[in-house]
T-cell receptor, first 114, second 109 residues
């Protein structure tokens, strides 16, 4: 059972569509993350929020826009995506940015761009 | 640049022992994590090392040598359900996790 819930689990969209991914954590954590996972590649950190404030944006294209309305919810707004954006998008949360506490992951959204 | 290396794939037999190695070069070190990820599922936390030595947790153990930039995950008494990818990640000086590409472990009867 995961304390991090992501919706939808699967998403197929055209390059001109606009969609949003949602993440909710029920663990009382203060930090939340978006990752991109492509086949046979390391997890790529996209965005980090700590106490609702964005602390990292790892050179992510502007067609990805994050939103963190509170410590429990995180969104990733998508528009005008490219075929190379097809991947598994994982959300994670942790108690803090530092320390021994691990990140807890959701099951991800499998995104396919037509 | 920062880099985490681990083997792409390993095969082992049910009931045996397997060691998955991870070497790293990062800007700073604030701990090393191992995660397990079954196909189509979320990565789940296995272990954390920040000091040199061995951490044992049931059938799984993880070892760290900071001077060598090296860690391994040891899985004993392998079961079929251990077939999964194992991800090594290092927290750098900015407290970001740098990830390896993962090792796919195949368990054969």
């Amino acid at each position: 059972e995961t304390g991090v819930t992501q919706t939808p689990r699967h998403l197929v969209m055209g390059m001109t569509n606009k969609k949003s991914l949602k993440c909710e954590q029920h663990l009382g954590h203060n930090a939340m993350y978006w990752y991109k996972q492509s086949a046979k590649k390391p997890l790529e950190l996209m965005f980090v929020y700590n106490f609702k404030e964005q602390t990292e944006n790892n050179s992510v294209p502007s067609r990805f826009s994050p939103e963190c309305p509170n410590s429990s919810h995180l969104f990733l707004h998508l528009h005008t995506l490219q075929p190379e954006d097809s991947a598994l998008y994982l959300c994670a949360s942790s108690q803090a940015l530092e320390g021994s506490q691990p990140q807890h992951f959701g099951d991800g959204t499998r995104l396919s761009i037509l | 640049g920062q880099n985490i290396d681990q083997p792409t794939e390993m095969t082992a037999t049910e009931g045996a022992i397997v060691q998955i190695n991870c070497t790293y070069q990062t800007s700073g070190f604030n701990g090393l994590f191992w995660y397990q990820q079954h196909a189509g599922e979320a990565p789940t936390f296995l272990s954390y090392n920040v000091l040199d030595g061995l951490e044992e947790k049931g059938r799984f153990s993880s070892f760290l040598s900071r001077s060598k930039g090296y860690s391994y995950l040891l899985l004993k008494e392998l079961q079929m359900k251990d077939s999964a990818s194992y991800l090594c990640a290092v927290r750098d000086s900015n407290y970001q996790l740098i990830w390896g590409a993962g090792t796919k472990l195949i368990i054969k009867p």
